[in-house]
């Protein structure tokens, strides 16, 4: 499985950006895709998530201004972010979970750095 993320970038505080993220490979048995995000000196977090059946999860920190979203037929992940803060300066993540019964694993992208200045 590959993820290759694009969108990042740096903007204004207030401003968006969009993240996208296609999956390529052996994606059978997906159970949620999403993204997470490592700040400086943190560990990461999750930022969003997507299920199997479109259920999403957003961080509290997040809710109101991040919008996650899924194409199936082309196996992308997309996060709108909008009224970006500089605490949400990080590298973000693309994140596909596999499920074969209890047994789950993580496939991740490269990363994109997100810079926002005040």
């Known amino acids: 499985v590959q993820l290759v993320e694009s969108g990042g970038g740096l903007v204004q505080a207030g401003g968006s950006l969009r993240l996208s993220c296609a999956a390529s490979?052996?994606?059978?048995?997906?159970?949620?895709m999403g993204w997470y995000r490592q700040a400086p000196e943190k560990q990461r977090e999750l930022v969003a998530a997507?299920?199997?059946?479109?259920?999403?999860n957003y961080a509290d920190s997040v809710k109101g201004r991040f919008t996650i979203s899924r194409d199936r037929a082309k196996n992308t992940v997309a996060l709108q972010m909008n009224s970006l803060k500089p605490e949400d300066t990080a590298v973000y993540y693309c994140?596909?979970?596999?499920?074969?019964?209890?047994?789950?694993?993580?496939?991740w992208g490269q990363g994109t750095q997100v810079t926002v200045s005040s």
């Open positions: 997507i299920t199997n059946d479109d259920t999403t």
């Open positions: 994140n596909l979970r596999r499920a074969w019964g209890r047994y789950e694993f993580d496939y």
């Open positions: 490979g052996s994606i059978s048995n997906i159970k949620a």
